[in-house]
Nanobody
Framework: QVQLVESGGGLVQAGGSLRLSCVAS????????MGWFHQPPGKEREFVAA????????RYKDSVKGRFTISRDNAKNTVYLQMNNLKPEDTAVYYC??????????????????WGQGTQVTVAS
């Protein structure tokens, strides 16, 4: 099991940027593929981005491609989500998640075993 703590959320104007961080503790961070999910108001939680154990392979939800970048620093036990050109529809609680089911890199929520508590991102129009 790995414990995850997100930070970096907040209120930003449309077109602005935020960088979310998720620090892991517990088991070996580099054993886990990592993902970011979000839950917009009144909607189900959905996949946003994922990164492989090495950081080489990434996957993104179509609507964030070209705007969001997921990365990781295994020496710091941290995964990041850089969000640029934010839109009001990006407003959501953002969660990081970890999975030992690393190959292939998965976008399925059910395959992620460990979750953070979430951080709120609000984009004002």
């Amino acid at each position: 099991q790995v414990q995850l703590v997100e930070s970096g959320g907040g209120l930003v104007q449309a077109g602005g940027s935020l960088r979310l961080s998720c620090v892991a503790s517990g088991r070996t961070f580099s054993s886990y593929a990592m993902g970011w999910f979000h839950q917009p108001p009144g909607k189900e939680r959905e996949f946003v981005a994922a990164v492989s154990r090495s950081g080489v392979t990434t996957r993104y939800k179509d609507s964030v491609k070209g705007r969001f970048t997921i990365s990781r620093d295994n020496a710091k036990n941290t995964v990041y989500l850089q969000m640029n050109n934010l839109k009001p529809e990006d407003t959501a609680v953002y969660y990081c998640a970890a999975t030992l089911l690393a190959i292939p890199l998965t976008t399925e929520e059910s395959r992620y075993s460990d979750w953070g508590q979430g951080t709120q991102v609000t984009v004002a129009s």
